[in-house]
């Protein structure tokens, strides 16, 4: 019973495994990429719209940058049940909605009479969108691509960089033209792009292969019901089973009876079920709902070492991530440039960031060195990169810095997603996306506020630099600890090898 487990087994991971890595995967790729753009790209250039926000309502730097950690906490927030419909129902349909959801809140914020109707729309309709149309396009491109996922997944963040370098100019000649307002109209109409991308996911269970999967999968049901049955009376254990297990009396017996019915009593039938089959029957149900739920959520990844690690380097890597793109333009601004100089530092570090996420993406997929290696250097180069930003004052230093800061944070976001494959599987990468999102949504939250604290208490733009850069070098020792993790792991299959 056991190999016929482990054959089935086998041969559904060998079939789910089999991603196209080709064909229909690059309309995937190519919906991806849209959203980054409509998503993450937008999230960098709104740091145009931040600098009238402030102006608009006149309040702090804090109280401004709270749209933006609220967009962002609520991508991560709200992953695991974007996983969990997506599974439901379809990544397309889910895509959709999202994309609806996106549109209409940033439409409603247009006409936002104070800060807190911005929260409410700008804010959190609006990234709960962003979450149901990021997070099940990723887990999708992840199923398409397998021996090319390090460049794919590359590839398909550059639409942040690429709808970065179009939209912050743009944006400012919009805000110029139609006011900050008619500029966010414009922008919900451009998110209804959002429904198209979710139109290209077409699902792999279309594939005849995957088939063989629903099938093997549902005998591997049947037959790890009968190998607990066979365990159980094979063994000659009838503690298991029955009252005369030591610690099990026979009144709890009954009360498990009791629970598998919903009168609490066992039916009249002319032969009445022995315990031994009732209580058989209760752990095969308490098995079978297990597995719908982790069909669903996956939750045990709670206790997976690694991942919980690496979700803490997310943490601290969040609280650093967001806040640079958010006040670069009015740092600029601050330090006496114009609107559209401030406006083109973003598309200068766009460009490069673009680079370093194919260029480093393509490294990583040469598989020179351990991609987590590769990542915590970058990571690294990063904090050091903003801790020396304040140091830059005039444009050609401040664009040199953002140029600097573009090329590595390109090169960081390039392969984050696929060192989290590599720890939990690309199978478990649904689930695992959203845990993840889950945890880093106190860093996206809190980030961008910490950095506006600081601005208002120093009345100097720099120090949100300097905080990001803190926090991303604080994220790299989790990624060291990672590392050392990995080492301790092979010198134990070496030695059990051995």
């Not at 804090?62 to 419909?85: D, F, K, Q, R, Y």
């Not at 444009?395 to 939990?424: C, K, M, N, Q, R």
Request: charged letters at 15%; hydrophobic letters at 50%.
């Amino acid at each position: 019973m056991d190999s016929s487990v482990k054959a089935l087994k086998s041969k559904a991971a060998a079939t789910a495994g089999a991603a196209p890595d080709g064909g229909y995967a690059w309309f995937v790729l190519l919906s991806c990429f849209l959203v980054f753009g409509l998503t993450f790209g937008v999230i960098k250039a709104f740091g145009v719209f931040y600098v009238e926000i402030h102006q608009y309502f006149e309040t702090t730097a804090t109280g401004t940058s709270w749209i933006t950690s609220i967009a962002v906490a609520m991508i991560h927030v709200a992953a695991p049940l974007a996983s969990a419909l997506s599974t439901r129902y379809s990544h397309r349909s889910v895509v959709i909605t999202g994309g609806l959801m996106c549109s209409l809140g940033v439409a409603t914020g247009a006409f936002a009479r104070n800060l807190t109707e911005l929260y409410l729309t700008v804010g959190l309709l609006n990234g709960f969108g962003y979450s149901l149309t990021w997070t099940p396009t990723v887990t999708m491109l992840g199923l398409y691509f397998q021996r090319r996922r390090p460049v794919a997944n590359a590839l398909a963040s550059a639409g942040e960089c690429i709808f970065t370098f179009v939209l912050t100019p743009l944006f400012q000649l919009l805000i110029d033209s139609f006011s900050w307002r008619g500029a966010m109209m414009i922008l919900g109409g451009l998110q209804l792009n959002l429904c198209v991308c979710g139109m290209l996911l077409r699902p792999l269970k279309a594939t005849g292969d995957v088939s063989f999967l629903s099938e093997a999968e549902a005998e591997m049901g049947s037959l790890s019901v009968e190998l607990l049955k066979k365990e159980d009376l094979d063994q000659g254990q009838p503690s298991s089973l029955g009252p005369e297990e030591p610690g099990l009396s026979e009144e709890a017996v009954q009360g498990t009876v009791s629970a598998c019915h919903e009168d609490g009593q066992i039916p009249d039938t002319e032969e009445p079920p022995s315990l031994t089959d009732t209580v058989r029957d209760c752990r095969a149900e308490r098995v079978e709902v297990r597995s719908k739920i982790l069909h669903y959520v996956d939750y045990t990844l709670l206790t997976n070492a690694k991942f919980m690690v690496y979700s803490m380097f997310g943490v601290f890597a969040a609280l650093g991530f967001f806040a640079p793109a958010l006040f670069l333009v009015p740092y600029a601004r601050s330090r006496g440039m114009e609107e559209y100089q401030a406006a083109a530092l973003m598309s200068i570090s766009a460009v490069l960031d673009l680079f370093g996420r194919v260029f480093f993406g393509w490294v990583a997929n040469l598989r020179l060195v351990e991609t987590v290696q590769q990542l915590t250097a970058t990571v690294i180069l990063l904090g050091a990169v903003l801790l020396l930003f304040p140091l830059a004052s005039s444009f050609l230093e401040v664009a040199a810095f953002s140029a600097a800061y573009g090329l590595v944070y390109g090169a960081t976001v390039a392969i984050h997603i696929t060192v989290l494959a590599e720890i939990v599987g690309v199978h478990g990468l649904g689930s695992a996306l959203g845990f993840f999102m889950v945890i880093r949504s106190s860093g996206g939250l809190l980030g961008p506020p910490i950095a506006g604290f600081f601005i208002d208490k120093m009345s100097d733009y720099g120090t949100s630099f300097i905080m990001a850069g803190v926090a991303l070098i604080v994220s790299a020792l989790f990624l060291l600890l990672l590392l050392q993790m990995n080492r301790r792991g092979r010198r134990s299959t070496t030695q059990m090898q051995s």
